[in-house]
């Protein structure tokens, strides 16, 4: 009777085996700086994105790679191809367009995590949006801004004027006509708190230019 050698058979099924990934993963290989960049840039390309938000993207990505995507967004913004304040821009230029005030646009942007951005995005409090925007100076000496004076005083070719928005948005929705009354001026300024814009510029956009200045 001719015995088999079990133990050959075995070593040899043993590299006729090829290795498989680890269960949950696509690619037991950590992706390349390059590889990243790659795919950032191709995000980028399609509109412009918070460094956070990107940062999320990529981790979800590239889950094994999380040491090396810190360092690719930092030179992606040294390149200026990635940038928080040119993202809060473009957010906000799509949502006055939508009739949203400087509150709701701050709080869509924090559900997005963008909570800061650089006070250079916002070199001044300039126009109606002051009030609402008299701000957080100190963060901003110190290299940071809220993201709430940032909208507030956001320059989107010129500084964005927050109570002649307000008023807009208000004659769009209910005519030329002003209020003439109490109950239907809480009613039109009830509407323009709900679009984001505060209760200054919501009682200041039911009145008669000449009664609010």
């Known amino acids: 009777m001719t015995m088999i050698d079990t133990q050959d058979t075995d070593r040899q099924g043993d590299t006729q085996v090829p290795a498989q990934p680890a269960p949950g993963r696509k690619n037991s290989l950590v992706p390349s700086a390059t590889g990243i960049r790659r795919a950032a840039m191709d995000w980028l390309a399609r509109r412009e994105h918070a460094r956070c938000e990107l940062e999320k993207k990529l981790h979800r990505r590239f889950p094994d790679a999380t040491a090396a995507i810190g360092p690719v967004l930092d030179q992606l913004e040294h390149e200026g191809l990635l940038s928080t304040a040119r993202f809060i821009e ?3 230029r799509s949502r006055i367009h939508r009739g949203h005030g400087p509150q709701r646009i701050a709080a869509d942007l924090r559900m997005r995590g963008v909570t800061h951005t650089e006070p250079s995005y916002a070199p001044a409090t300039v126009g109606s949006a002051g009030d609402f925007a008299a701000g957080d100076q100190a963060q901003g000496e110190a ?3 809220n993201v709430d ?3 507030a005083t956001a320059r989107i070719g010129e500084t964005i004027d927050w109570l002649a928005q307000a008023r807009d948005v208000r004659r769009r929705r209910f005519g030329d006509v002003l209020p003439s009354g109490p109950v ?3 009613r039109q300024m009830a509407f323009l708190q709900r679009r984001g814009f505060p209760t200054d510029l919501c009682r200041k956009a039911c009145l008669l230019v000449r009664d609010d200045e």
Do not use: C, D
């Open 90 to 92: 473009s957010f906000t």
């Open 143 to 145: 290299g940071i801004m």
């Open 149 to 151: 004076n940032a909208v």
């Open 184 to 186: 239907e001026r809480n």
